[in-house]
Nanobody, 116 residues
């Protein structure tokens, strides 16, 4: 079955960096677009970044452009989110997502807290 397992979250000071990973299994990873979403308390889940099957095409939310980078390793079946210049407003649970056969799959999420 499809499994997405995020890791790499934690507590970081403003201006710091984190790298999130999402390890995928149970499907042909290289055949599917992947994306990262986040959800802060009391807010709706929002798209952070997405990456095409080959990794050539990416897109980002305006709020993270120039600070976050999405990438993927199709051999390791893993998608990454490099987050630099973190701000308190980046605090949220971060989820990876894929859509396969019309069904949406989410990981369990990893918490990112940006605070001094």
């Amino acid at each position: 079955q499809v499994q997405l397992v995020e890791s790499g979250g934690g507590l970081v000071q403003p201006g710091g960096s984190l790298r999130l990973s999402c390890a995928a299994s149970g499907f042909s990873f290289a055949s599917y677009e992947m994306s990262w979403y986040r959800q802060a308390p009391g807010k709706e889940r929002e798209l952070v970044a997405a990456i095409s099957r080959t990794g050539i095409n990416t897109n980002y939310a305006d709020s993270v452009k120039g600070r976050f980078t999405i990438s993927r390793d199709n051999v390791k079946a893993t998608v990454y989110l490099q987050m630099n210049s973190l701000k308190p407003e980046d605090t949220a649970a971060y989820y990876c997502k894929t859509v396969r056969g019309g069904r949406i799959y989410w990981g369990q999420g990893t918490q990112v807290t940006v605070s001094s």
